[in-house]
């Protein structure tokens, strides 16, 4: 049994059976300071030859501030190269890489991976790194600091004893393999990477976009100004070039619903705009002394293991800067059993994940699929410690047959010598605990587990996950955690925050927190104060049809409302906006508005059915007439009639001055803007302005998206186009023989003149109540306040503070002597 100890961190235990051959039983334990036990596991797999290695390096675009700042503190042997490299840097960049990858930001919490900074995890750029992330973030910073943090974690690695038999560098990450394996040496590879970076600063800037489609689709698209900079699998390539460019085809790609994020960069590399400085690299290079590589690494041009004459060859790394990482052919390349992300974050091990089980390019060679697959730190957004997450893949490491001795740190000139047992920085010294056998994992037992099981296997093509299972540990990455948001969407009717993906990465938390989300365990039906009676929805061309005909509505998030009602809803935000506005701030019944027992109302505009539900509290034996057009609304409006035991007769169509089809544009994430009058500027504006009045009234909730409030208007308008049916509503009141209307409520985002135009002149003495909300667009308030007045109706239109900056009024028309 040995024990590998960080001063004052955790500490992994490595056991071995007693009088078993060497390495015939492992198994391995992360204990904290407390010798509390996190982990523990064991393997019997007979006697093990160990496994090849092949180390992973990562390019630009998981740096964070503060990344490894831990292991500098713990580990003797990483933070001696870290302050090599420092010495050796500074003289090139005129300032100490040090102070500027461990500089503690403002908000020093979010930089440290306490909290989970949104706008980052979306790719998105804007106004939230502070000024330490943007100084880190310049080309001559982030390459030498990443090549640093690299450089001494394969040192450490080394130093325990574990060294690659090939190597495979993204980007950046190419020139640490070369200095690894000789071809430069460490002097001569940080002043390289050093002037690299000040001829890119000297580039204008330029943008890179993560896609989820094949090279083969991008290319036809990209133009004369954008380039393929990395072909990472079948369906995921990153493009490269212009700002504006990339923009464009970004909101092009967005029309299509195709996947993609912004990629942390301030320059397009790998692109033709690297073109310009490529003489220059090569004229820098030549200017160092070149060697073969002694240990073999993959070119990132070719997919294929780098030749001598490549390595050698100044031209090469012009090439490499301008050329497409070939990162797919490179896992190809790779023949090691095992896998070891050297760097920050966890990219490589995640597309190295999802190419073991199939996802590789099936062009080019074939290769054994990597038996272990580990990453050695934490990704920017993730709160445990450094030194935790590198021990548990010592562990990982060990368990899988690696050789991990002790040993003192070897150059890349020279191989490491053993030290004596306990001695050194890098020792495993001995350790007395003993450990129980571990737990069996446990298969998901939830119906929500269940669920979610299935997504992620065929999301990430992995086998059937257990609850202990990590997304990203099986693959997962924010691509593919944003495709996982719009399928948990669809098929558990739940919008799951991104941000709740990477708190909740284990399929039981995962499952608990959609659970959560929607409301689980709330008593369905309760405070229905015993009224039931019979549900009725109607298809757009059939008449009124009774529940039981209809089709069972899909299982929708349930969610609490504060007086005490669970409701099926599909968004938590306009949930709760819809509650203050019909239940708590009782917009609809004002100024003489009332709702009687035994009344007849209408909610046009029905949404999920809240002003219809607030109809149902209101008073006694009301029967509602709820008209709502978009398909996935009405599902949820008609789970909620048959939670609460509504009497109510749903119309899945809209209401106009004549009948026929129109497109109407549907907001999946903000269903109370969709409309058959959509004009994305003006709805932007207006929920931009009651997002400010609800910060300025003190909402602590929308007090807390600072800063995020564009990306979440850019989420929330994502539309669906369908076509839905109009009718007008005198046709309806004869067909549903409706003889008196006590309260009609409208709101339909534009179109109240169209519904009021649909009323025959025969029909008005039916009305004593209306009551909507009207957009003031062309004098609307004014003209629709005429007209109820010459109708014989007391008009009030007023504009409630929510709404202030808006075009948005409230009318309330009431006929005299109700």
Same mark, same amino acid.
């Given at each position: ?8 961190s955790?500490?992994l ?12 039983h492992r ?21 093990m ?33 870290v302050d090599?490299? !420092?010495?050796l840097?500074t003289?090139?960049?005129g ?10 930001a ?8 306490a909290e ?13 790194p ?12 982030a ?9 001494a974690?394969?040192e450490?690695?080394?130093a325990?004893g574990?060294?690659?038999?090939v ?7 190419e020139y640490?393999?070369?200095c690894?394996?000789?071809v430069?040496?460490?002097?001569d ?19 890179m976009?993560?896609v989820?489609l ?7 698209q ?6 393929v ?33 912004r ?22 290079v030549a200017?160092?002394t ?5 240990t ?6 070719t997919?294929a ?16 800067l ?11 390349t ?5 896998l070891?992300?050297v ?7 995640s597309?190295?994940?999802l190419?073991?089980r199939?996802?590789?390019?099936s062009s ?6 990597a ?6 730190m ?6 445990e ?8 893949a ?10 991990i001795e002790g040993e ?6 020279e191989? !490491? ?9 890098g020792?495993?010294?001995p350790?007395?605990? &003993?450990i129980?056998?571990?737990?069996e994992?446990e298969?998901?037992?939830?119906d929500t587990?269940? &669920?979610?099981?299935?997504?992620w296997q ?11 299972a ?6 997962g990455?924010?691509?593919l955690?944003?495709r =996982?948001?719009?399928r ?18 284990t ?5 608990a927190?959609i659970?959560?989300?929607r ?9 229905t104060?015993?009224?039931?009676a019979p549900?009725?929805?109607s298809?757009?061309t059939a ?9 069972e509505?899909?299982r929708?998030?349930l969610f609490r409302l504060?007086?005490g ?6 968004? &938590?935000a ?17 100024h003489g ?14 949404n ?9 509290? &209101?008073?006694k034996?009301?029967?509602?007439l709820?008209?709502e057009?978009?398909p ?8 909620n ?8 007769? =749903? ?5 106009s ?5 129109a497109?109407f ?8 803007m ?11 504006h ?6 400010d009045?609800q910060?300025?009234g003190g909402a602590a909730?929308? !007090?807390?998206?600072d ?13 669906v ?10 046709d ?7 003889e ?16 009021i135009e649909?009323?025959?002149?025969a029909d ?23 007209l109820?007045?010459r ?8 504009q ?7 075009n948005i009024?409230?009318?309330?028309a009431l006929?005299?002597g109700?």
């Open positions: 049994m040995h024990q590998l100890a960080a001063p004052g955790d500490a235990i490595r056991i071995h059976t007693p009088g078993a051959r060497p390495a015939s198994g391995a334990l992360l204990l904290d300071a407390a010798t509390k036990a996190v982990v523990a596991r064991e393997t019997a797999a007979g006697a030859t160990p496994p090849s290695v092949a180390f992973l390096l990562p390019g630009l675009g998981d740096h964070y501030l503060g990344m490894a700042r831990d292991l500098y503190s713990a580990l003797p042997v990483f933070r001696e190269q090599r490299c !420092a010495a840097l003289p090139e960049l300032v100490d890489i040090r102070t500027v990858m461990h500089a503690k403002r908000a020093s919490a979010a930089a440290q991976g989970l900074d949104l706008r980052r995890m979306l790719g998105r750029r804007g106004e939230g502070s000024e330490e992330e943007r100084r880190l973030n310049q080309a001559r910073h390459q030498p600091a990443l090549f640093v943090v690299e450089y974690l394969a450490q690695w080394r325990w574990v060294r690659p038999d190597m495979l560098g993204y980007s950046l990450g640490v393999a070369a690894l394996a000789g430069l040496s460490l002097e590879s940080l002043a390289l990477v050093a002037r690299r970076a000040e001829l890119i600063e000297s580039l204008p800037a330029g943008a976009l993560a989820m094949s090279e083969e689709e991008l290319t036809p990209l133009g004369a100004h954008l380039s900079s990395a072909v990472n699998g079948p369906d995921f390539c990153v493009i490269a070039g212009p700002i504006e460019e990339v923009q464009r085809l970004e909101a092009r790609l967005l029309e299509r619903r195709v996947s993609l994020r990629v942390q960069s301030s320059h397009a590399f790998h692109s033709r705009m690297m073109e310009p400085i490529a003489e220059r690299v090569t004229r820098v200017g160092f070149r060697r073969p590589p002694r073999p690494y993959v070119s990132n041009v997919g293991l780098i030749t001598a004459a490549e390595a050698t060859d100044p031209a090469y790394w012009a090439t490499h301008c050329r497409p990482v070939r990162f797919a052919d490179g896992l190809r790779l023949g090691s059993e095992v070891l992300e760097g920050p974050g966890q990219t490589l091990s597309l190295a994940t190419a073991r199939g996802g590789a390019p080019g060679g074939t290769s054994t699929p038996r272990t697959i580990v990453a050695s934490r990704h920017a957004y993730e709160s410690s450094d030194v935790s997450v590198l021990l548990k010592v562990g990982r490491l060990w368990l899988s047959g690696a050789a003192r740190p070897a150059t890349s000139a191989p !490491a010598a053993p030290a004596d047992a306990g001695a050194g920085r020792s495993l010294a350790a007395a605990e &003993e129980s056998p571990p737990a994992s298969a998901p037992s939830t587990e269940r &669920e979610v099981a299935a997504l065929t999301l990430l093509r992995c086998e059937p996950p257990t609850r202990d990590n997304f990203f540990r099986l693959g990455n924010s691509l955690a944003t =996982l948001i719009d948990v969407s669809k098929s558990l009717r739940v919008k799951l925050p991104l941000r709740r993906v990477y708190q909740a990465q399929l039981a938390d995962m499952a927190a659970d959560g989300l409301g689980a365990g709330a008593r369905p039906g309760a405070a104060q015993g009224r039931a549900v009725t929805t298809a757009p008449a009124a049809r009774p529940a039981a005909a209809a089709p509505a899909p929708a998030p504060p007086n009602l669970s409701v099926a809803h599909q968004n &938590e306009e949930t709760r906006h819809f509650y203050d506005d019909i239940f708590a701030h009782r917009s609809y019944v004002k508005i009332r709702i009687r027992d035994g009344a007849c109302v209408l909610d046009v505009g029905g999920i059915g809240l002003f219809t539900l607030f109809a149902h509290t &209101e008073a034996d009301v029967r509602v709820t008209f057009p978009a996935p609304l009405l599902e949820i409006l008609s789970r009639v048959a939670l609460h035991g509504i009497r109510a007769t =749903l119309f899945n169509f809209g209401l001055d004549r009948e026929r089809d497109p544009t549907f907001y999946p994430r903000s269903a109370g969709s409309s058959f009058h959509p004009d994305e500027a003006e709805e932007r207006n929920l931009r302005m009651i997002m009045n910060r300025r909730e929308v !007090a807390q998206m800063g995020y409030t564009e990306e979440l208007l850019d989420v929330r308008f994502e539309a186009t369908i076509t839905a049916k109009l009718r007008r509503l005198s309806v009141l004869r067909e549903q023989r409706i008196r209307v006590d309260l009609m409520k409208i709101d339909v985002q534009k179109c109240e003149l169209e519904v649909g009323i025959d002149d008005w003495p039916k009305f004593s109540q209306i009551v909507l909300e009207a957009h003031d667009a062309d004098g609307r308030v004014a003209k629709l306040s005429s109820f007045e109708r014989g109706f007391k008009v009030i239109a007023e409630d503070e929510l709404y202030v900056g808006t009024h409230n009318i309330y006929r005299e109700v």
